[in-house]
């Protein structure tokens, strides 16, 4: 008897510890797509001119010769260190192993005995 209740506690640990590992990997792929979206310009708030061109009011289209917005480059370059936290963020996310704390496990399990009697 006693060594079935231990095949049981090893068995619903080694579950537990599964389905948590399943819901941080999804977490972890959802952020991952947000980053790789807003890298992509998805969520950029910032419009990217085509260099040397500009419209004006009835669309027709000329070349201008130096920057179209003064704060353009300062824009660009808030952009470029955004990225550039994002994919090191990334990268910190998939080069860690998911981690779990045993001592919540076991309160789970303690927890789960209780309302079992």
Do not use: C
């Not at 947000?34 to 001119?49: D, Q, R, Y």
């Not at 500009?54 to 704060?71: A, E, F, H």
């Amino acid at each position: 008897m006693l060594r079935k209740n231990r095949e049981d506690r090893k068995k619903t640990k080694d579950f537990l510890t599964h389905e948590k590992n399943i819901t941080i990997n999804k977490d972890n792929q959802i952020l991952l797509n947000k980053l790789v979206e807003i890298s992509s310009g998805k969520w950029s708030s910032i419009a990217t001119p085509l260099p040397g061109i500009k419209k004006n009011r009835n669309q027709s289209v000329r070349v201008v010769k130096g920057p179209i917005s003064l704060n353009m480059g300062v824009r660009k370059r808030e952009t470029e260190r955004i990225e550039k936290e994002n994919h090191a963020f990334a990268k910190r996310l998939f080069d860690k192993q998911a981690v779990l704390q045993k001592k919540e496990l076991d309160q789970g399990w303690n927890h789960h005995i209780q309302y079992k009697k």
